[in-house]
């Protein structure tokens, strides 16, 4: 089975933007201050076949968020809290906004976080 734990897929990403990553029994914990900006992030198995991943950031640069989900036998789903992010589908040219509270199916898709002195926040789910 073709999966992706979304713990693990924190922990890579706080490798990227030089973040602190905990790792206990309830999920993974990144935070961060730095040049990339500052913010949170936490990822949880809800149960067995539901993982979420939570972000709330201010960036001062373009954050990137590639192959985070990328599990084809998965649904994976992007909630809008607060603030609004780019994204782009791998076999398409055009970038498309998401904006505050809503709902995107984001399965093989890479998400552009926009800097500005915007908050965002945002939920990743895996089904």
Known sequence: MDTINSIDSLRKFSFKIEGDFIENQNGGFLTF?????LGNAKAFKLFPGLEVITFNLTAKRRITLKNLYKAKNCLHFIFC???????QF???????????LKVKQVSGC????RYSDQCIMLNFVKI
């Open 90 to 100: 791998e076999d398409k040219k055009k970038v498309k906004i998401l904006h505050h």
């Open 81 to 87: 809290v607060e603030g609004s992010l780019e994204h």
């Open 110 to 113: 890479s998400i552009s976080l």
């Open 33 to 37: 201050k730095n040049d990339f900006g």
